[in-house]
Nanobody
């Protein structure tokens, strides 16, 4: 089993920045992929970014447009999402997710473990 705990959400003005963290514990991490999803009110959960834990493959959603960066700290078992140039449309609950796969995947059904989510609100 893998446990994921997110932190770092909150309120920010449009154009601002925020960094989310996700700390993983439990049985990890060979052939491990971790990612970020988000869900706005009334909308389906959507893919934001994901990466191989040990490899170099990183995938971003098109709407990220170079504004977000996903990274990880092996020593701290922590995944990060640095979000810059935030827009009101980025307002959502952001979820960390993980799965045992050898390639990066981007759909919710392909992830086995989820964090509780952290609210990000961008004011205009």
């Amino acid at each position: 089993q893998v446990q994921l705990v997110e932190s770092g959400g909150g309120l920010v003005q449009a154009g601002g920045s925020m960094r989310l963290s996700c700390t993983a514990s439990g049985r990890t991490f060979s052939s491990f992929v971790m990612g970020w999803f988000r869900q706005a009110p009334g909308k389906e959960r959507e893919f934001v970014a994901a990466r191989e834990w040990f490899g170099g493959t990183i995938v971003y959603a098109d709407f990220v447009k170079g504004r977000f960066t996903i990274s990880r700290d092996n020593g701290k078992n922590t995944l990060y999402l640095q979000m810059n140039s935030l827009e009101p449309e980025d307002t959502a609950v952001y979820y960390c997710a993980a799965t045992y796969r050898i390639t990066v995947v981007t759909t919710t059904s392909e992830y086995d473990y989820w964090g509780q989510g952290t609210q990000v609100t961008v004011s205009s």
